[in-house]
């Protein structure tokens, strides 16, 4: 059964910087490089956004969300089964839930548990 597990998260102030991890498992034989993983946020008063996702280099291109582009950079370690997140500049925007997600052809998407992120000064 596939499962994400998300670390890293915690407290920031605005223009600080933090790192969020998400290590897959369970894949049954699947390479990960089939799988396409990014990282979505839910913010106190809004819906589940897409902040990033990343393909293998060799199945498509990078994405981010508009908000934080130029500050957040997504990128994944195979050696590690784990996509990270490198987020700067933060904003007290920032502030949310941050969730992994993983997508692989014809299967649903899969979701890890979250990791709460504040930003305050």
């Known amino acids: 059964q596939v499962q994400l597990v998300e670390s890293g998260g915690g407290s920031a102030q605005p223009g600080g910087s933090l790192t969020l991890s998400c290590e897959i498992s369970?894949?049954?034989?699947?390479?990960?490089?089939?799988?396409?993983l990014g990282w979505y946020r839910q913010r106190p008063s809004g819906q589940r956004e897409l902040v990033a996702s990343a393909p293998d280099p060799s199945r498509g291109d990078i994405m981010y969300g508009e908000s934080v582009k130029g500050r957040f950079t997504v990128s994944r370690d195979s050696a590690k089964n784990t996509v990270i997140l490198q987020m700067d500049n933060l904003k007290i925007e920032d502030t949310g839930v941050y969730y992994c997600n993983a997508l692989r052809g014809t299967t649903g998407p899969i979701w890890g548990r979250g990791t709460q992120v504040t930003v305050s000064s």
């Open positions: 369970g894949m049954g034989g699947i390479p990960f490089m089939y799988f396409r």
